[in-house]
């Protein structure tokens, strides 16, 4: 078991796509959605480290090992006037759980948000991932019940389309 | 009473500002968060017409008359690997209301995440707002049921990144 002391967090570079990747592809297995994963190394290295990156991404380690990710980008909130800091995904490998990674990785985010001036921090939960949202409310995130998320895709958005 | 046929959309540019901010304004008190809206001209202006832009907006006329705007940005998706289209508001005017103005701008919208080669065109709606949510599945879009979100912000924002 790794020490908490031991654990660093860094922002990734073009060499970690492999390791994003692979990351991402753990998280969708937890989150029970492994068929909706397209994404490959070059699409990432483009939209991460292409000429217009579209999101950034933090590493944890524990000691030397790889241990959990966060990608985020910047929305922007109307009402506020400015932009925000979207988490898009946070995952810690199931055996460094416990350790206190994704809230030293939640930390650098709000550090990061309060650095560039943003007005929000957040980021979206499934409703029956109880551990992460009692996680989350204990660092004094507040879960907007009222609001649900619409997508379009697929055939229905270039039906819209045309 | 406009006439459909006479519906125009067209991009916001910066002498737009005024207009965009009122609107938000109108937005907001019918969502009940007047008191959330701290937005300025000159925010705005610097957000949308900056050197780095971060939302774009979409008007709606009805004849000469402004009618409605759309708001939006582009997010990421990681397992799509690719970025999407965030509509972030929609707004038609009460009196411009049942001419198919938010249909035009959503239609127009679609186009423009086709065109981006967007993976996803987004947005989120309040539970409580049955005649968005029935228009929207008529559109073909799907309401994630399952995900809601946290938000940081504030004091809590603050505590968390110290």
Redesign the interface.
């Known amino acids: 078991m790794s020490d908490i002391a031991s654990v660093r967090i860094v922002r990734a570079t073009e060499r970690d796509v492999p390791l994003i990747l692979q990351m991402?592809r753990d998280?969708?297995e937890y989150e029970r959605?492994s068929d909706?994963?397209?994404?490959?190394e070059n699409?990432?290295r483009e939209?991460l480290f292409g000429a217009r990156p579209?999101?950034e991404v933090l590493l944890a380690y524990a000691g030397d090992r790889p241990a959990g990710f966060a990608?985020f980008?910047?929305?922007?909130?109307?009402?506020?006037?400015?932009?925000g800091l979207?988490l898009?995904?946070l995952f810690v490998r199931p055996e460094f759980r416990g350790l206190g990674i994704g809230r030293r990785l939640?930390?650098e985010l709000?550090?990061t948000?309060?650095d560039r001036n943003c007005?929000?921090?957040?980021?979206?939960?499934?409703?029956?991932n109880e551990p992460a949202?009692g996680f989350?409310r204990k660092?004094?995130?507040?879960?907007?019940?009222?609001?649900?998320?619409?997508?379009?895709?697929g055939d229905?958005?270039?039906?819209?389309?045309s």
């Open positions: 991402i998280l969708a959605m909706q994963v397209v994404a490959t699409g990432l939209v579209q999101a990608l980008f910047h929305n922007f909130s109307t009402f506020v006037g400015r932009r979207y898009e995904d939640l930390t709000a550090r948000a309060v007005g929000r921090f957040e980021w979206s939960v499934l409703d029956w949202i989350y660092l004094g995130a507040e879960m907007m019940k009222e609001w649900r998320i619409f997508r379009l895709t229905a958005l270039k039906q819209l389309a």
